[in-house]
């Protein structure tokens, strides 16, 4: 399973974007989908998920602001990140995992993309 991430970029805090994941055709059929984030000097962190049947999960950290969807027709997870804060600021990765019972922790997720830049600027 290939994981192609993208969207990242730099925003001031406050500003919004929006990540995208592309992945094979079958991969919202089969696959719970998740996004985690690293930043300089820390350990990777969940961020969000999206099971195959639509439900999801996400970090104390981000509820409220972030929204994971995803597009079948695309074969595209998207996160949608708003009211961006510095704290934000860490590489995001996309990953792909069989019955996660979307729990929040990378080892639940089998396949991973190449991480995508975020930096939110105070």
């Known amino acids: 399973v290939q994981l192609q991430a993208s969207g990242g970029g730099s925003v001031q805090a406050g500003g919004s974007l929006r990540l995208s994941c592309a992945g094979p055709g079958y991969i919202f059929s089969q696959y719970d989908m998740g996004w985690f984030r690293q930043a300089p000097g820390k350990e990777r962190e969940f961020v969000a998920a999206?099971?195959?049947?639509?439900?999801?999960n996400y970090a104390d950290s981000v509820k409220g602001r972030f929204t994971i969807s995803g597009d079948n027709a695309k074969n595209t997870v998207y996160l949608q990140m708003n009211s961006l804060k510095p704290e934000d600021t860490a590489v995001y990765y996309c990953?792909?995992?069989?019955?996660?019972?979307?729990?929040?922790?990378?080892?639940?997720?089998?396949?991973w993309g190449q991480g995508t830049q975020v930096t939110v600027s105070s």
């Open positions: 990953a792909a995992g069989l019955h996660t019972i979307l729990r929040p922790t990378a080892g639940s997720y089998n396949y």
């Open positions: 999206i099971s195959r049947n639509g439900g999801t």
